[in-house]
């Protein structure tokens, strides 16, 4: 057959790229295979021509030195690639074998505070352990076995005929193929057993909203003796009552009166520690932006901390006692009669 004819068969051009290839093949493979289309000869022959097509497209790929293999009308075996190019799956995965455990997931909500200065927390995880004495079955050993109804023994449960027969683990028997009802003793049947794990946490200072720790192999436990998941801590940060972050710069808004404004002076600003004092020049006005260097939030080692950035608000006040009405009245008796020599001038 000559290698046109290949990318006829399987339905793409002679420049199609091998993702393109691949694809097809497995469409048509899904579709012809003998297993899917009982007593039909002319899909088992289409299924024989894709399958020596997509061979030699293969083997002339990757230069392989092996022959191209030929398929009898009785003989619809496939190499173990070709196989998991079909399905998507290797041949060992159709058995039953070890898996990871499950990742775990804690959510932990801390001080916006805590998060700036850093801070150590000890969190209480749940975790259920595997079963031991019972090999996670939930029942004893010394008991007697019956063939798990579900998957008839064969610890998977049926998808189709043939090479399709293998699905997912079956959960009845937990991929063993045999049950009994004699419940284990140490577990109860459950197959499990609950333990709550201690973790004593650092929280670095500096740590965003959403960051994560993680402590590997404290998840889940693997099946099959398979290694055991993690558990990932996600950091969740409270706001804070007068700051808000933007990157490691802090912000904040600081209301002085009209008189702290006009004569300026010593203020006090609030810090994450207490508070701290700022020199406001005389005639500051509403929305002037002050910079306090290094007073925001920690960085590494190789970088310079943040900063504190403060807006003053002036602030206007809406009860005024008849002596602070009267040095008012004063000012502004002085504003109009300097306004007024101004425009004589």
């Excluded at 199609?16 to 290839?21: L, S, T, Y």
């Excluded at 595997?130 to 996670?136: A, D, E, R, T």
Aim: aromatic share 6%.
């Amino acid at each position: 057959m000559k290698k046109r004819d290949h990318y006829r068969l399987l339905g793409v051009t002679p420049n199609a790229g091998w993702e393109e290839i691949r694809r097809r093949f497995r469409t048509l493979a899904w579709q012809y295979h003998p297993d899917r289309n009982p007593g039909n000869s002319g899909a088992a022959d289409r299924f024989r021509q894709i399958l020596e097509a997509y061979e030699a497209l293969r083997a002339a790929r990757t230069r392989s030195r092996r022959s191209q293999p030929s398929y009898s009308k009785t003989d619809f075996s496939v190499s173990d690639e070709l196989f998991e190019e079909i399905f998507g799956i290797s041949r060992a995965s159709a058995s039953l074998i070890k898996s990871a455990g499950a990742d775990f997931r804690y959510d932990l909500r801390i001080p916006f505070t805590g998060a700036i200065l850093g801070m150590e927390t000890v969190i209480s995880v749940p975790r259920r352990l595997n079963c031991g004495p019972c090999g996670s079955t939930g029942t004893s050993p010394l008991g007697d076995s019956q063939i798990c109804p579900d998957c008839q023994g064969r610890g998977r449960l049926p998808l189709g005929p043939g090479l399709l027969r293998r699905g997912p683990v079956c959960r009845r028997c937990q991929g063993q193929g045999k049950i009994n009802q004699q419940p284990c003793s140490h577990c109860h049947g459950q197959g499990y057993r609950l333990k709550t794990e201690h973790y004593q946490l650092h929280i670095p200072p500096g740590t965003e909203d959403g960051a994560r720790l993680r402590f590997v192999g404290e998840g889940g436990e693997g099946f099959q003796n398979g290694p055991p998941g993690n558990l990932e801590v996600v950091i969740s940060v409270e706001p804070h009552d007068c700051f808000t972050r933007r990157g490691k710069d802090l912000h904040c808004r600081v209301r002085v009166s009209f008189a702290q404004a006009a004569l300026g002076g010593l203020i006090r600003i609030p810090a994450l520690t207490g508070h701290q004092l700022l020199n406001l020049p005389r005639g500051t006005q509403t929305g002037r932006i002050f910079r306090v260097l290094g007073a925001g939030a920690p960085a590494g080692p190789q970088s310079q901390p943040g900063d504190q950035i403060v807006e003053v608000v002036v602030t206007t006040p809406e009860h005024l006692t008849p002596a602070q009405r009267e040095i008012l009245e004063e000012l502004a008796s002085l504003e109009k009669e300097g306004q007024t020599r101004a425009a004589h001038e």
